[in-house]
């Protein structure tokens, strides 16, 4: 059997996880859940990856979760499960990542995405949560993420009616970070990874951090966050170097320290 989850490292510091289940549409089932919280648990520790890039193929970035593993589970088997312990690894990634989405992206494919800090989305990509057509609803954050990135008029519309969308119009609602022809995602994503994994790591892990706990907690509470980790980063080797660079009009060379 073919692996379900590809690791390749296509750049310095850039390390890409393809989903391979082509047969299914790259749909979620355990196996892929399990390999990407396993992968992801190991790169958060990897000094030697600055950006991880998460995508499928030309046809489906992730068609969904496993219908059949849980079709005819109960409420309390499905608890059992506790996938919510596989999607962890995804939410606390600490390092920047990257979901390019060619064709489609769907219930638990769009929530994998939508746990990306920034998404590539090809003009033929298909993004949706239709979970309803299925009786139930989005179970990894799809109700949640939705309407904070996109606002709640524009996310009732696409969670209760679960409808389809292109990847032109996640881009105009602002679920996308950009658009590109169909085919490039990767590439597009694989020059953005390459630009942020050279700039300093301990800074974008600050700002990864200060920009997500920020939006759950009153304004106050944000500032001081932000504010905690703009002075700790005044202990680093890399603001030193950032700075006496920029004064010395020079490349800076960042470690990570």
Do not use: Y
Not at 25 to 40: D, G, K, M, Y
Not at 143 to 172: H, N, P, Y
Not at 209 to 221: F, I, K, M, V, Y
Request: charged share 25%.
């Amino acid at each position: 059997m073919p692996e379900s989850l590809i690791q390749e490292q296509p750049a310095p510091r850039v390390t890409l996880l393809r989903i391979n289940r082509p047969d299914a549409r790259n749909a979620i089932n355990l196996e892929v859940r399990t390999a990407l919280a396993a992968r992801l648990e190991t790169l958060a520790a990897d000094p030697q990856t600055g950006v991880v890039i998460i995508t499928g193929d030309e046809k489906a970035f992730a068609a969904g979760a496993d219908v059949k593993l849980l079709a005819e589970r109960s409420s309390s088997q499905v608890a059992e499960l506790a996938l919510e312990r596989l999607w962890a690894p995804v939410e606390r990634f600490p390092k920047p990542m990257i979901a390019a989405v060619e064709g489609f992206a769907l219930g638990a494919g769009c929530e994998l995405a939508m746990h990306a800090d920034m998404i590539i989305a090809s003009e033929s990509a298909s993004f949706g949560l239709p979970e309803v057509k299925l009786g139930i609803m989005p179970g990894a954050g799809g109700t949640q993420r939705l309407v904070r990135a996109i606002g709640k008029f524009a996310a009732m519309r696409l969670l209760l009616t679960g409808d389809l969308f292109s990847g032109t119009r996640a881009f105009e609602l602002g679920l996308a970070s950009e658009v590109v022809a169909a085919g490039t995602a990767v590439a597009r994503a694989l020059e953005l990874a390459t630009q942020i994994a050279a700039l300093p790591p301990l800074a974008l892990r600050a700002i990864k951090q200060a920009t997500l706990q920020g939006p759950e907690q009153p304004l106050d509470q944000a500032l001081a966050v932000e504010r905690r980790l703009f002075q700790s980063l005044f202990d680093t080797s890399d603001q030193k170097e950032g700075m006496k660079a920029f004064i010395e009009k020079r490349k800076p060379m960042f470690e990570g320290k």
